[in-house]
DNA sequence: TTATGTTGATGAAGCGCTTCACCAATGAGA
DNA sequence: TCTCATTGGTGAAGCGCTTCATCAACATAA
């Protein structure tokens, strides 16, 4: 383990005090050093292969280049963390945009909204991404340690949260049109809990409303609730059919729980599309990865978790509020039929 | 935003000094402490709600209490990091157990092999976790830093490295005994690129030697290797009708994979397990995630990702070195066929 | 009595970096 | 000539914590 070179090698090795090769490592505006100095120590610190010391930089700066994650919904113990393939889209994608800025992820595992905060404090984090928290969650503790937090996928009214999301009303109308222009007239719903304001409420209230445009009656034996995971799905397969209410096809606001479907009903001897239509939602990998594809609603996972990196790293910087909405579309694949 | 309270704080309201303060907190062996001194400071400590600066303290003891893991094979770009389900498992369960034990990870996102120990040496890092490293890879670099290094499902040879893994050579030949069990003769064998030194080759070595034992010739047309995603496994469908060389199973050595070729081979309008038994590899989620379940070897995940942290853990403290075989078992499910 | 431990606790020196306040030198303006 | 900016650069004080060396007080052994 050879001895570890420190700023004041550099500074040493560039014939500077350690004050100035400081302020050209870090690129210090306002801060007049000459030019062939500034070469100088970048040269000297090349030669060292010099990496500074983040602790020290992070304790004498209050800056740890540290950006907290938080999933609220992950499971308990070490189980699936990633049983949502979308989460390990959106985090590969935040992670690579906030390495590009200089900054590392600290992903929050178990279900830790409690003691985030505790973590937030200790590891000095700069900044905070929060996904899919509903309102009453721990977040208020973390925002009173007065550090940047951006809400993905969170319906919470305060000016103080940037916000990254789609618009979930939107895409459930978008969904639930769309299967009644393909002669759909009895729509199943299968979602997670549409209560408590979050992103399944908005689904929910969108599939009501492409409903109620198109003069259908609301009918809530069409509803099946629940968690957002496969399991889900598969059940809810067989409760349809037990309940016989005649559905024709589904929306489902996860991918992963449409996958669930769609298996189900095959192991209960039916097929998809001919026997029951299913639109998914999320466009994860996993809706391909299926006999039939799985038509669904897109949303640019890579995208958002790519900006939520961003607006937190400029928010970081002092950047403005930030309240944007990304785009979705509905995909066309082999889960659907037309009726006429 | 509060005023951050230190150990400072804590050692006055407990009306001793911030050393004592300090070898309570951190419960110091071999300080001698009173009990009720100690009692104070803990009361002042939970009173105070105090949480330690971990920059100050990885500074001052040169500890970060920070785990890195490197997964080399991960996608370029804001691509998909997790496209194989195994990894999201891993990291969860080896995040939950570095917790437990007062430590956090930090996941290498891209194709860092490079540059990480430039990371290693930044964040001062404990200990490190790298899965699926081939020989030749930066390894030694991050090795010149000293830290304890676990590999998990590394064919490297070097007695510096704690080692996970599980016997691939043995999976192979069990995977494949399985199908000759059930009849098969002609056995096709999907895998990632089977050179090299890793599991894929272990894998394939496996698949030899049970061939051997049943006086089987191996035949090299059966062979398919590529990438270790689910569009290979989808081309390999093709493929496979394509060559016409009559296979009746396949040992596919990775469960993403298999499921790429099982839903190619329907939509290649066969069936499975009817016109082509499929056993996978690792039992991930996916596996039972698709009609029909798939037969495959298991492995347990979980625990590999807890046991590596674990490791890496009892390394940092002083532990000897560990070389641990975890066991695995061939699951049946409904993608294999007997025949007579 | 003195020497020798033992127990409980502390002062102060850093860890490697940032940053404030300050300084020396030079040039411009009057 | 003197003053006042401006440019280029530095000294030293911390950031909040750990930890080494040391100490006071008291008990025990000789």
């Known amino acids: 383990m050879a001895k570890r070179i420190g700023i004041h090698d550099v500074a040493e090795a560039a014939g500077v005090s350690v004050t100035t090769a400081s302020y050209v490592l870090n690129q210090k505006a306002n801060t007049r050093i000459g030019a062939d100095t500034a070469a100088r120590v970048l040269e000297a610190a090349k030669k ?32 699936v963390m990633f049983s949502n393939p979308f ?6 994608a935040a992670e690579y945009t906030a390495r590009e800025n200089g900054y590392h992820l600290l992903i929050s595992g178990t279900a830790t909204d409690q003691n985030y905060s505790s973590v ?5 984090l700069d900044g905070i991404i929060v996904v899919g928290a509903y309102p009453g969650d721990a977040i208020e503790e973390i925002k009173k340690t ?21 618009n979930d009303r939107h895409c459930g109308y978008l969904a639930t049109r769309y299967l009644l222009e393909q002669g759909h007239r009895r729509i199943a719903l299968v979602c997670g809990e549409p209560s408590g ?17 198109a003069g259908i009656a609301h009918d809530s034996r069409l509803m099946y609730a629940g968690a957002v995971d496969y399991s889900f799905g ?10 016989g209410n005649g559905e024709t096809a589904a929306f489902v606001t996860s991918d992963i729980t449409a996958l669930g479907l769609l298996n189900g009903m095959r192991e209960q001897g039916k097929s998809v599309p001919e026997d029951l239509s299913i639109i ?9 990865m299926c006999v039939p594809k799985l038509t669904t609603v897109h949303q640019n996972i890579s995208e958002k978790g790519s900006l939520a990196a961003q ?6 910087h002092g950047g403005e509020k930030r309240d944007v909405m990304l785009p979705v579309h509905v995909v066309e694949r082999a889960s659907v039929r037309k009726i006429k």
């Open 146 to 166: 007065g550090i940047p937090i951006v809400l993905v996928d969170c319906y919470i009214e305060d000016p103080y949260f940037h916000k990254i999301g789609i």
């Open 120 to 124: 937030v404090k200790t590891r000095q």
């Open 197 to 213: 304001g979050g992103v399944m409420e908005q689904r929910y209230r969108g599939y009501q409303d492409a409903l109620q445009e």
């Open 87 to 92: 989460y390990g889209d959106f985090l590969s």
């Open 234 to 243: 598969e059940q809810t397969a067989a409760e349809l059919l037990r309940r």
């Open 311 to 316: 607006v937190v790293v400029d928010a970081i």
């Open 280 to 288: 998914g939602f999320d466009d994860v990998s996993l809706s391909w």
């Open 48 to 79: 060292l292969s010099y990496e500074p010391n983040l602790s020290a930089r992070t304790l004498a700066s209050r800056q740890s280049k540290l950006i907290g994650v938080i999933i609220p919904m992950i499971g308990a113990g070490r189980q």
